[in-house]
């Protein structure tokens, strides 16, 4: 199976920019999402294929990557923004998410 | 617009089966693929299986034969069965729809299994 490695956690400041790796153990080529999920919800979808952003998506958020890595980027990052984020390939079965990136703010 | 909802019995008894029903509203399940998606407890989520527009299905082989996924298009609904339950498979199944470039685009909200006697 193809595993997505995030990082667990990250804790950042209001107006901040961010950045979320995921990386593939191999490579996915560019069908890589990005989901955020808040507590009690479920996930929603923020970019597909890569880099592009789900109509409704604040701009704030943006991706980029191909192959094996891939990072979610919010700039300036707002409070709404406290979630988990997964990233999840489609390129090779089974379809895989990573393990989550739970981002707090200070 | 578009809708998914899961419901299901909540609690199961081990070794029973497990039977999840995914109503779907604003498009037609002979356009687009539903998959089920599960997340354990504060765990990440986990790809089971799929049925695609034409009714065909695939599985993540790591519930080997355990699983089945069917479906009723004049119900607008999407089934899944799950046997041999054990208290790991406790958690929150979510089914979800395939947008076109394969990604999931519309989620249900939804439903949690308990796997206890």
């Known amino acids: 199976d193809t595993v997505l490695t995030q990082s667990p956690a990250l804790a950042v400041s209001p107006g901040e920019r961010v950045t979320i790796s995921c990386r593939a153990s191999e490579s996915v080529s560019t069908l890589m999402h990005w989901y955020q999920q808040k507590p009690g919800q479920q996930p929603t979808l923020l970019i597909y294929l890569a880099s592009n952003l789900e109509s409704g998506v604040p701009a704030r958020f943006s991706g980029s990557g191909s192959g094996t890595d891939f990072t979610l980027t919010i700039d300036p990052v707002e409070a709404d923004d406290t979630a988990t984020y997964y990233c999840?390939?489609?390129?090779?079965?089974?379809?895989?998410f990573g393990g989550g990136t739970k981002l707090e703010l200070k | 617009q578009v809708q998914l909802k899961e419901s299901g019995p909540g609690l199961v008894q081990p070794s029973q089966t497990l039977s999840l029903t995914c109503t779907v509203s604003g498009f037609s399940l002979t356009s687009y693929s539903v998959h089920w998606v599960r997340q354990h407890s504060g765990k990440s989520l986990e790809w089971m299986g799929r049925?695609?527009?034409?009714?065909?299905?695939s599985y993540n082989s790591a519930f080997t034969s355990r699983l089945s996924i069917s479906r009723d298009t004049s119900k607008s609904q999407v089934f899944l069965k799950m046997n041999s339950l054990q208290t790991e498979d406790t958690g929150t199944y979510y089914c979800?729809?395939?947008?076109?470039?394969?990604?999931?685009?519309?989620w249900g909200p939804g439903t949690m299994v308990t796997v206890s006697s």
């Open positions: 999840q390939q489609s390129w090779n079965d089974p379809w895989t």
């Open positions: 979800a729809r395939l947008g076109a470039d394969w990604y999931f685009d519309f």
């Open positions: 049925m695609w527009s034409d009714g065909d299905t």
